[in-house]
């Protein structure tokens, strides 16, 4: 999909012995954003900003070894190896000839294989990252300023790791002018090398600049406007790691020391076969371990805490991107982490003076947020009339965040319905959710509505699913209230070749998925770390209307007893 941007002017920033100036230029296509303030807590500032900046450049995929010393080498060597060569010429070429037509045939097979993966590199990596750098820069960075916070958000170019750097208006003094909303800026690295300069000692303003919308003349030479082709995949990891924030997940309270010594074991060390993975050992009553795969290195973080209520262990990987909190250990006051389980993504929230800062990582670097998770599937699911929608996003409008409770009082409907209907305007990138605050808040991703039809597909699990539905081959289904509030799904899923299912789900009592059971292919390899399969969200699909009325009630004892489960069945 293409985005559109028109600048009046570039960002830039302006340097004196006593002051800096930062002033980003907004897309002037939007609806005028804008915010004027003298930062008053200039270093956690800067290392906020140049932690976001790490994640913007962070790609953790392969890259190819430097070989300029090597061939310096070899062009010395020259003349030397020539003559080696032409005296064993013909006894190499003889041995060559065979050589040379098997590795012809490996690479004809190698490049019919790959040639969709360079096409898809070309278009994009080439284009944005080699040939026109900049434009990098101006794709990420999205910038919103609510009525409380000002709070800037970014994805690394390997889309595997999500960047929310946030702060409260008490980090600015002398807030001149402003204006609520979501914009693009004008953002290059030239700009991240003015942060830099910032010193305790000087006056720091920013400007998120409104000058550019009292300019008429679209032909005015200071506008400029890159239009940029822009992946799905980056528009939908975007509306992933929402999705994401509001799953269950055990919370860790980590000192910075701790974080600091996680960098240093990664630092000192290098990996040279697998696991490469970090343990997380939480045992109720005792501090934090964390266990570093493949060196056995045990790291216990004796002023930690966590609210695990049994004995746990949860295994994330991709660990070297938490060098990007490297430059916030010194000015953090603690770190929370939102770990959702083994495999599955998770959340650093470093807490500075009035600021946060909130990196999410994917699963695994590979198993980037668009194409390897579909966190909306677990989350509740039932259809919202078109009135509920618009009276919970205009209660949203009205107040710029909110709680679900909040929400709920605003509006008079159920918390459920709340959470449903704000998940589809999260799929749509008009809300985000803080997870530092624990709150919804309102932010148009882009400036006209996201073609949905293009993203709301992007599960084939989700597509296949309501084909079994349509096709009747979900059988036996049937929907059980627990004592705890939740449900347990169960039935008999068909399939196309004549086989059938035994499906599991359990739902806990904010209609969320907690685990599930299928016995197919796609369960049996990847588990939940990818998204329930086809089978667990047929037999939600078919379940959703007698799981809601169930559910509403599942929470209220009955006069037996408080345990006694209720049962429906699906005719």
């Known amino acids: 999909m293409k985005f559109q941007y028109r600048y009046f002017g570039h960002s830039g920033a302006q340097q004196t012995p006593t002051s800096t100036a930062l002033q980003f230029a907004p897309d002037t296509l939007r609806a005028p954003v804008h915010f004027i303030g003298e930062v008053n807590r200039h270093l956690p500032f800067r290392e906020g900003m140049s932690a976001l900046h790490d994640v913007v450049v962070g790609d953790l995929r392969f890259q190819p070894r430097d070989k300029s010393a090597y061939l310096e080498w070899l062009a010395s060597q020259e003349g030397e190896l020539l003559a080696q060569y032409m005296a064993r010429s013909d006894e190499l070429k003889a041995r060559m000839a065979p050589l040379r037509e098997e590795l012809d045939v490996l690479r004809q097979r190698k490049s019919a294989m790959l040639q969709p993966f360079y096409k898809a590199q070309e278009r994009y990596f080439d284009h944005l990252y080699k040939v026109n750098r900049e434009a990098w820069f101006v794709l990420d960075p999205v910038i919103t300023v609510h009525p409380d916070r000002v709070f800037f958000e970014c994805f690394s170019q390997d889309e595997s790791s999500y960047g929310m750097f ?125 266990l570093f795969e493949p060196w056995g290195h045990e790291l216990v973080c004796p002023r930690s805490s966590h609210d695990a209520p049994a004995d746990i262990d949860i295994r994330v990987w991709g660990r070297r991107r938490l060098l990007q909190l490297e430059r916030l250990v010194p000015v953090a006051q603690g770190f929370t982490v939102h770990l959702l389980g083994t495999g599955m993504p998770s959340f650093w929230v470093a807490r500075l003076p009035d600021m946060e800062f909130t990196l999410g990582l994917s699963g695994w670097t590979a198993n980037d947020w668009s194409r390897n998770g579909h966190f909306e599937l677990l989350q509740p699911r039932h259809d919202v009339d078109q009135d509920s929608l618009l009276r919970v996003f205009a209660a949203l409008g009205e107040r710029w965040r909110a709680t679900t409770a909040e929400l709920a009082a605003a509006t008079g409907l159920s918390p459920l319905t709340v959470e449903s209907a704000l998940g589809g305007y999260v799929q749509a990138g008009r809300v985000v959710y803080d997870i530092a605050h624990s709150v919804w808040r309102l932010r148009e991703l882009s400036r006209e509505p996201l073609p949905m039809e293009r993203l709301r597909h992007a599960s084939p699990e989700e597509a296949a699913a309501a084909e079994l539905v349509q096709a009747g081959r979900l059988k036996d289904a049937k929907v059980e209230a627990r004592a705890d509030g ?76 408080d345990s006694e489960e209720r049962t429906a069945s699906i005719g």
């Not at 693009?184 to 303003?205: C, G, H, M, P, W």
């Not at 240093?264 to 990996?271: A, P, S, T």
């Not at 990847?526 to 037999?539: D, F, N, Q, V």
């Open 166 to 290: 946030s702060c409260g208006h008490e980090v600015f003094d002398r807030v001149s002018d402003h204006a609520f909303g979501t914009t693009n800026v004008d953002y290059s690295e030239s700009l991240y090398d003015e942060f830099q300069k910032i010193r305790d000692y000087k006056a720091t303003r920013l400007a998120i600049d409104p000058g550019g919308f009292q300019v008429q003349s679209g032909n005015d030479p200071a506008f400029h406007e890159p239009k940029i082709e822009v992946p799905d995949s980056w528009v939908r990891g975007f509306l992933q790691v929402s999705s994401a924030m509001l799953l269950p997940a055990h919370r860790l309270q980590l000192h910075p020391m701790d974080v600091h010594n996680i960098c240093l074991v990664l630092r000192r060390r290098k990996e040279r076969a697998g696991p490469r993975s970090l343990r997380f050992i939480l045992r109720p009553g005792q501090p934090v371990r964390i």
């Open 486 to 561: 939740g449900l347990l799904l169960s039935g008999l899923c068909g399939t196309k070749s004549s086989r059938q299912y035994q499906v599991r789900l359990q739902l806990d009592a904010d209609q969320r998925v907690a685990t599930g059971e299928c016995q197919c292919d796609h369960f049996i390899r990847l588990r939940m770390t990818k998204g329930p399969c086809e089978h667990m969200l047929a037999l939600r699909l078919a379940t959703a209307s007698a799981a809601l009325a169930l559910g509403t009630t599942a929470g209220a004892p009955t006069p037996a007893t």
